[in-house]
T-cell receptor
Framework: GNSVTQMEGPVTLSEEAFLTINCTYT??????LFWYVQYPGEGLQLLLKATKADDKGSNKGFEATYRKETTSFHLEKGSVQVSDSAVYFCALSDLGSGTYKYIFGTGTRLKVLA | GAVVSQHPSWVICKSGTSVKIECRSLDFQATTMFWYRQFPKQSLMLMATSNEGSKATYEQGVEKDKFLINHASLTLSTLTVTSAHPEDSSFYICSARESYSNQPQHFGDGTRLSIL
């Protein structure tokens, strides 16, 4: 079946450091891929998405490229801020479900220190 | 755009009572809504998927008589936790999608349910 694997956290970085959060997936067909961010006590906010191979999603300085050859969708940011501290979830839409429900990764907690 | 409002944000109630959580799409019509449960420091667990005007489809292991889902309109879905017990205490999150397609889900801010 379909699955999403995310790197284990927590990830602790200093402000202005480079961020990479790895995400790989297993899926049949061509799912859309998403990154969501969750701040403490809140729901999830869509950060970026990509719908086909080689698409690059970007938002608020974050980027991720849909790599079909490596089945990856790694999240990157060139210079993190304290306000980026949150939990990040990688997800794919399950085309086989009929409802395009999400398969989520386990989430990666990011802590940015001033 | 694509705002989902979830209410209440926090509820505390006694064991044995029923609790209703509302999920509204404020600026779009939500053909499909999803209900999730999230345990502390864990990922989201999908409980059920509901399409407007149809019965909800529950994931394996989720008791449909315990977690009643209604999606009577294109902007409102409700989750009722019936005869709640302490083990039902959790963070419940809804999401909504605009059409029967591969578009992103938009999430509410969640409801923290505490059963005493």
């Amino acid at each position: 079946g379909n699955s999403v694997t995310q790197m284990e956290g927590p990830v602790t970085l200093s402000e202005e450091a480079f961020l990479t959060i790895n995400c790989t997936y297993t899926a049949t067909g061509y799912p859309s891929l998403f990154w969501y961010v969750q701040y403490p006590g809140e729901g999830l906010q869509l950060l970026l998405k990509a719908t086909k191979a080689d698409d690059k999603g970007s938002n608020k300085g974050f980027e991720a490229t849909y790599r079909k050859e490596t089945t990856s969708f790694h999240l990157e940011k060139g210079s993190v801020q304290v306000s980026d501290s949150a939990v990040y979830f990688c997800a794919l839409s399950d085309l086989g479900s009929g409802t395009y429900k999400y398969i989520f990764g386990t989430g990666t907690r990011l802590k940015v220190l001033a | 755009g694509a705002v989902v409002s979830q209410h209440p944000s926090w509820v505390i109630c006694k064991s044995g009572t029923s609790v209703k959580i509302e999920c509204r799409s404020l600026d779009f019509q939500a053909t499909t809504m999803f209900w999730y449960r999230q345990f502390p420091k864990q990922s989201l667990m999908l409980m059920a998927t509901s399409n407007e005007g149809s019965k909800a489809t529950y994931e394996q292991g989720v008791e449909k008589d315990k977690f009643l889902i209604n999606h009577a309109s294109l902007t409102l879905s409700t989750l009722t936790v019936t005869s709640a017990h302490p083990e039902d205490s959790s963070f419940y999150i809804c999401s909504a999608r605009e059409s029967y397609s591969n578009q992103p889900q938009h999430f509410g801010d969640g409801t923290r349910l505490s059963i005493l």
